[in-house]
Structure formats: structure tokens, C-alpha cells
């Protein structure tokens, strides 16, 4: 499974992104879909992630900003990102667990998100 994840940029606080994270290799509706991030010296942390059938689970600090989603005819996932704040900044992760493959995980290269004014 390859991850190609996207849509990384700078944005003023209070604006929005999207990223997308684009899956190839295996059966789309096969994989769990998450976003994780990782600040400077802070350990990763899960963002979101959502489960092959489309059910959504959130982190605290992004519930009601953050939404995940899936394209399953896409083999995509997407992170809609809305009034974003100076601690969202971070590198931003895909990572796939292949129902497939014994939940074997995947990760994507990760996507700059800057939140500054």
C-alpha cells in the first residue's frame, strides 16, 4: 500500500485547509483511513481517523473544527480542516491499516501545516 498525502500549506488563523491522502496498492474498502500530526518536539498524536465502513472518530482538540472523510470510487481520504489556530501547526501524517493484511500499517511522507498570521 502507497500513501501520497497533500494539500500542506501556510494559512492565517481562522482559515481552512483540505488535505487529501491518495491510496494505492490494495482494496480501498479494505483500510482504515487516520490523520495524524506532529509538532515541533511534541510526539505524534492522532488528528482523526475514520474506519472502512466510514465511521469518524476525532481528537478533542479538532472536534468541530476537523472533519475526515473517504472517497471509496477516489481511494482517498480527506481531512477538511476549518478555523485553524497557531497549535494545529504541525506535520500532518496519513496512515492506512490494511484490514487486508492483518491490520498491517502504512504511512504516508507528511504535509507541512503552518497556522500564522
Known amino acids: 500500500v502507497q500513501l501520497q498525502a497533500s494539500g500542506g500549506g501556510l494559512v492565517q488563523p481562522g482559515g481552512s485547509l483540505r488535505l487529501s491522502c491518495a491510496v494505492s496498492?490494495?482494496?480501498?474498502?479494505?483500510?482504515?483511513m487516520g490523520w495524524h500530526r506532529q509538532a515541533p518536539g511534541k510526539q505524534r498524536e492522532l488528528v482523526a481517523r475514520i474506519t472502512n465502513t466510514g465511521v469518524p472518530d476525532y481528537a478533542d482538540s479538532v472536534k468541530g473544527r476537523f472533519t475526515i472523510s473517504r472517497d471509496n470510487a477516489k481511494n482517498t481520504a480527506y481531512l477538511q480542516m476549518n478555523n485553524l489556530n497557531t497549535d494545529d501547526t504541525a506535520v500532518y501524517y496519513c496512515r492506512a491499516t490494511n484490514i487486508h493484511a492483518g491490520d498491517k500499517v502504512y504511512w504516508g511522507q507528511g504535509t507541512l501545516v503552518t497556522v500564522s498570521s
Open positions: 496498492g490494495d482494496t480501498f474498502s479494505l483500510i482504515h
